[in-house]
């Protein structure tokens, strides 16, 4: 999973371990300077998720990550609202 996210955006592993009484791994990685955790989710459409806002100065890079999301990624939904 970890591998999605440095492709995209460059991602650098900070941690990775799991909690005390789970086997579930989680990964805190940092992303254009910003922490961001990994970890077990929940079914969609739960209530129970995590978003992530990730803004660019440069369009050439949100056009490669944006392609690799697209092409890699498990879901196929966008949210807004986007400037």
Known sequence: MFQFYQNAFHARKTYEDTPPDSDDIHIMMDIYGVENLIGPGVAPGSGNSICCEIRFTDENEFC?????????????????PFP
């Open 64 to 80: 490669r990550a944006y392609g690799i999301l697209t092409q890699e990624s498990k879901s196929h939904s966008l949210e807004g």
